[in-house]
């Protein structure tokens, strides 16, 4: 049975791709922030575990790894992440917010892969796979603005471009996936698609990735995404 570990799995895509993975026949290792967001997947059926983690707390992750230390784990996925700062332009930064949004954007995936490559490494499918978004492509950014969201992306972007080179040597896969514009409370109701449909999407990438894509960009449907 293959095991995949969600970060941000108390609603929107994290819940869904709990779902899907957990009624697939898939172990599920899902963390949530709170206890209130774990209560959120009592309505998930099948292999389950909730966890409290905080991405922010780095310690945390550590104290978890060592948890789960005889673990193996199939897909690391990367899926908590905030879109805080939203309609800030050009003279209206608010760095304490920017510096925030990195810490859980950049630094809590890349905390996640460094203090989990043991178990995914000894695993069979050995794929890191990180939510990210088109925003953080430069060379589709054709609006400017959202520079916060934008730049936290295209950070985690190059994040895991190094990590697919890195771990290429001992097997593992590192892929960015952009899941669309989904009608969640982060994307919001004018969304063009809804979680399942995205969710479903990226999970079909996820399971085609080997070496041959590692440290590439997709979007939910399988098309690649520019840098």
Known sequence: MPTVLITGASRGLGKEFTRQYAA?????????RTMEGGANLRDVEGNLEVHLLDILDHGAIEKFSTELKNESIDV?????GVYGVKGAGFG???YEAWTREFQT?????????????EQVARSEQKIIATLTSKMGSISDNQMGGSYVYRSSKAAMN??????SIDLKGRGVSCVALHPGWVRTDM?????????PESVNGMR???GEVDLSKTGHFYNYDGTEIPW
């Open 92 to 94: 209206e930064s608010n």
């Open 204 to 206: 079909q990438v996820i």
């Open 24 to 32: 697939d026949g898939w172990r599920v290792i899902a963390t949530c």
């Open 158 to 163: 190059a994040v895991n471009k190094s990590l």
């Open 105 to 117: 954007n950049v630094h809590g995936p890349m905390k996640m892969a460094e203090s989990f490559i």
């Open 187 to 195: 994307g919001g109701p004018q969304g063009l698609i809804d979680a």
């Open 76 to 80: 690391l996925l990367n899926n908590a």
